[in-house]
């Protein structure tokens, strides 16, 4: 099955961009999605179709898909963006829907 | 204002079954395809069951296959998903979410429900 991986942690300082890397055989070839979990919360979408974002997300969010790594930025870092960010796609080859495991962001 | 509302996780033992509910408003829900999405305690997201928007069409994720069954009620803007032959990695938050239009991913979640699984 398809697999996606993720750094397990990123570490950025407030107002400085963040950049949350998400890595599978030729993902630039499928389209990518990203979710932001804070503690205790459900997963919110943060961008969809690889760079585009749902009504009321900042446009501090941006994603890009490319080659074999797709790419959450995030810019101007508050200490709101702290949360668990996953990345997801449709492997259309066995019906399945993939996440990946996830990377805690940290802002110092 | 899109809501799910989901329901009827608890303690369950090893084999055991539960039932859980999505209450879907404040949408055509018949117009939407769901899923189920489980959080193991401390872990990541994994997708675990979908059906389409008449119901006809599901797909389960081959940890489950065979023991989850999902369905929906468009009269009733409900899903369901029936665990049979539980196990102790079953042990999750399920959350119910909303398929999005013409594309794979998923745009409002409810806010899960916890299942437990032991003796």
């Known amino acids: 099955s398809y697999v996606l991986t993720q750094p397990p942690s990123v570490s950025v300082a407030p107002g400085q961009t963040a950049r949350i890397t998400c890595g599978g055989n030729?993902?630039?070839?499928?389209?990518v999605h990203w979710y932001q979990q804070k503690p205790g919360q459900a997963p919110v979408l943060v961008v969809y179709?690889?760079?585009d974002r749902p009504s009321g997300i900042p446009e501090r969010f941006s994603g890009s898909n490319s080659g074999n790594t797709a790419t959450l930025t995030i810019s101007r870092v508050e200490a709101g963006d702290e949360a668990d960010y996953y990345c997801?796609?449709?492997?259309?080859?066995?019906?399945?829907?993939?996440f990946g495991g996830g990377t805690k962001l940290t802002v110092l | 204002e899109v809501q799910l509302v989901e329901s009827g996780g608890g303690l369950v033992q090893p084999g055991g079954s539960l039932r859980l509910s999505c209450a879907a408003s404040?949408?055509?829900?018949?117009?939407?395809?769901m899923n189920w999405v489980r959080q193991a305690p401390g872990k990541g997201l994994e997708w675990v069951s979908y059906?389409?928007?008449?119901?006809?069409?599901?797909y389960y994720a081959d940890s489950v296959k065979g023991r989850l069954t999902i369905s929906r009620d468009n009269a009733k803007n409900s899903v369901h998903l029936q665990m049979n032959s539980l196990r102790a990695e079953d042990t999750a938050v399920y959350y119910c979410?909303?398929?999005?239009?013409?594309?794979?991913?998923?745009?409002?979640w409810g806010q899960g429900t916890l299942v437990t699984v032991s003796s």
């Open positions: 179709d690889d760079s």
């Open positions: 059906i389409g928007s008449s119901g006809r069409t599901m």
């Open positions: 979410a909303r398929g999005g239009i013409d594309s794979f991913y998923f745009d409002y």
């Open positions: 404040g949408f055509t829900f018949s117009s939407y395809e």
């Open positions: 030729n993902i630039g070839t499928k389209i």
């Open positions: 997801q796609v449709w492997d259309s080859s066995s019906d399945l829907w993939v």
